[in-house]
């Protein structure tokens, strides 16, 4: 039997891992029109910063949490309840605590945080979720945290 979505709150998430290819950066800085070559040439990083590899845009620490973890805009891997659902991602904040690079396998672990039940004129009923994200690097240093906000709400508004 599914899990109703406020009955998460506190969940630990599945622990995973993502290994970041140069193509996924290279791609991800085309994508998100980030011209900054250190984000595609190895040289280049090497030469304007510690790095010892290509780097990674900041903002695809995004995809290492929900690809190396649990994607909650899925929700399949939580077992949720959602019926008709929609899910909004809102919001996204990130700490970072070193640069990010190409070839590195980064360790992610989430927790659902909060699920609050809210009240909208626009959406009617709604439960707004925030999911901690921390990810390691292969050594164990800490590489970056990330907070996510969604909301789900559900088409028959259950």
């Known amino acids: 039997m599914a899990t109703q979505i406020q009955d998460i709150e506190g969940e630990k998430l ?31 990083a090497m030469e304007r910063t510690e790095a010892g590899s290509q780097l990674v845009p900041p903002e695809y620490a995004i995809n290492i949490a929900w690809a190396g973890c649990v994607n909650p805009v899925e929700a399949e891997p939580l077992d949720i309840d959602i019926g008709e659902d ?13 640069l990010l690079e190409v070839g590195e396998t980064y360790e992610v672990q989430g927790t659902i945080e909060t699920v609050e039940q809210k009240t909208g004129d626009a959406l009617g009923e709604f439960h707004l979720a925030t ?6 690097d292969a050594s164990g240093q800490p590489a970056f945290s990330t907070t996510s906000k969604l909301i789900f709400k559900r088409g028959d508004d259950g």
């Open 14 to 44: 599945p622990d995973g891992e993502f290994h970041v290819e140069r193509w996924m950066a290279f791609l991800w800085a085309d994508a998100t029109d980030n011209d900054d070559d250190v984000f595609r040439y190895k040289d280049v």
């Open 86 to 98: 929609t899910t909004f991602h809102v919001s996204q904040s990130f700490e970072f605590h070193q």
């Open 131 to 136: 999911i901690e994200y921390e990810a390691v």
